[in-house]
């Protein structure tokens, strides 16, 4: 009888512990990977799986354990150690240039030349298109970075990670931005670097993702190894409760409140975006946002629902047209400052680039916006901030080592909640949430729902999209559906269900993907 052996360690990291100002991001932390294996990382905001791997990844030399790479001990100096010794991560929040192109982002650092040392564009756009080909994403290697959207964004960071070849690849919640063909074209590509014997470090919330892909999962909690266990041997419900400690129930979101009068109304907004922008146009759409209802809009990735929400913020390249108005006033939003002014506030699906002030502090990042209410004779009140911070920090539950700890030192999820208490201290009449569940536990996701009906039931109004299409029918009171930026179907909660979104989110697209007439 032949014994199959098993893979060889490729990674040890032995009693890995690290602090933030007094505050232990982990504590005595083992994790062992095979070669040519799928090792997935879970566990709630704050549980310390990005800092482990940003060890890993050589972002953070200032730890005490031991990392063995292929049976030799290693302690890297920094990400580009890292890279030479074939440890590549792709992070959640997106580490590229907006101003330089595609190809020059994947190859950034590690540029390709000819004689004299000339740039070999070439080269590098010819790579990239192989690189692309390979993920299925039609990306123009010349298209310049800050013009995709960020679910492109997303497939960019992704094949700069591919570009070289590595031992280990770390993907931290990879598809967090990504439409459900493109998770099964990334799902596909991992099944190949599996084949080649990379391992694959994956760190994802979304169960059914880990148990598609894992040969092990690893979960972390409080910065402290929980349970470590083959797929096989274990299953979701369990490896959530070993990530909060606690039983989550099914989701049920009660909808006690009543929508009342109109608070915001959109006649025939249109919106042209420059064809090679890799953004979508938007085309003579209508709704109504009551007071008192979360409207949610759906739609797969490039149906326009970002750029609806930055319309209707004045945060669009260019002035929309068509006609908006609030409380029955006709307005035009030419800047954000506008719409803040008229009770309108964003939450940005990029939090990296578009939401945090990475250099402030918690406290300063949640009040940036409320500091003229703040203000006493042309001075801040110190005391009225500080119960300001303290009673956001209380009221979303954000995890931090305190109010005057850096913002950059929270995990995702706490970082959004911050850009939520952000807005909330401006008492804004209309929210507005682009995927604000993006990158977040099971845990915080259920005390964000709560919040957001607990602020319909207070009278405000919300609009809010999602990937996650059970998430929006849990939270939603109607749900408008976008299909290459034209509105397809209105649904009331009653009637909406997965298919019929789904069946109307495709409405214009045919087997390829190109529009058809209507």
């Not at 982002?105 to 590690?110: A, H």
């Not at 039609?138 to 013009?147: Q, T």
């Not at 059914?208 to 040969?215: G, K, W």
């Not at 509105?487 to 909660?493: G, H, I, M, S």
């Amino acid at each position: 009888m032949s014994v199959v052996a098993e893979p060889r360690v490729r990674l040890r990291m032995d009693r890995i512990t690290k602090s933030f100002g007094g505050v232990h991001a982990l504590r005595d932390v083992t994790f062992t990977a095979r070669a040519g294996e799928v090792h997935s990382l879970c566990g709630e905001n704050g549980a310390g799986k990005s800092t482990l791997m940003k060890i890993l990844a050589g972002a953070i030399t200032d730890y005490e354990g031991r990392i063995e790479l292929d049976g030799k001990e290693i302690r890297f100096s920094g990400p580009r150690d890292a890279e030479d010794a074939g440890v590549r991560i792709i992070y959640q929040e997106l580490n590229l240039v907006p101003q330089l192109t595609v190809a020059a982002n994947i190859f950034l650092g590690r540029e390709r030349t000819k004689g004299f040392g000339w740039l070999d564009d070439r080269a590098m756009e010819a790579k990239a298109k192989e690189l692309f080909d390979r993920l299925g994403t039609p990306i123009s290697p010349r298209a310049r970075v800050g013009d995709l959207r960020i679910g492109d964004q997303q497939m960019v960071e992704i094949a700069k990670a591919l570009a070289f070849d590595a031992a280990v690849l770390i993907m931290d919640e990879p598809t967090s931005a990504l439409s459900d063909a493109e998770v099964a074209r990334l799902f596909r590509v991992i099944a190949d670097l599996r084949k080649q014997g990379t391992t694959i470090l994956y760190i994802s919330h979304k169960m059914n993702e880990v148990f598609t892909l894992s040969d092990h999962v690893t979960v972390l909690r409080d910065g402290r190894f929980v349970a470590e266990s083959t797929r096989t041997q274990t299953g979701p419900d369990q490896v959530v409760r070993w990530m909060v400690g606690r039983e989550i129930a099914e989701l049920q979101i009660e909808h006690k409140t009543t929508a009342g009068a109109g608070r915001l109304k959109v006649e025939g907004l249109s919106l042209e975006c420059p064809p090679d922008s890799g953004r979508p146009s938007l085309s003579n759409i209508h709704f109504e946002l009551r007071s008192g209802e979360v409207l949610g809009v759906a739609g797969l990735l490039g149906a326009g629902r970002t750029e609806l929400l930055e319309a209707l913020f004045g945060a669009s390249h260019s002035t929309p047209s068509g006609q908006i108005m609030m409380d029955g006033r006709a307005m035009e939003f030419r800047t954000p400052g506008q719409a803040i002014a008229a009770g309108i506030a964003l939450v940005t699906e990029d939090r990296k680039n578009l939401g945090l002030f990475d250099q402030m502090t918690v406290g300063e990042n949640i009040t940036i916006r409320h500091l003229n209410h703040l203000t006493r004779v042309k001075m801040v009140d110190r005391r009225a901030e500080g119960q300001a911070i303290s009673g956001a920090i209380r009221q979303l539950g954000i995890k931090t080592a305190g109010p005057s700890a850096m913002i950059t030192s929270l995990s995702g999820g706490n970082q959004q909640k911050c850009i939520l208490a952000r807005w909330l201290l401006t008492n804004p009449r209309v929210l507005l949430l682009d995927e604000p569940t993006r990158g977040i536990d099971v845990g915080a996701k259920a005390e964000i729902y709560t919040l957001i009906r607990r602020l319909v039931a207070e009278g405000m109004a919300i609009i809010m999209t999602s990937s996650e299409l059970p998430e929006l029918l849990a939270v939603s009171d109607r749900i408008i559906v976008l299909c290459e930026g034209r509105l397809t179907a209105e649904l009331d909660r009653s009637e909406a269900t997965e298919e019929t979104i789904m069946h109307a989110a495709t409405q214009f697209l045919d087997r390829v993907g190109t529009a058809t007439p209507a």
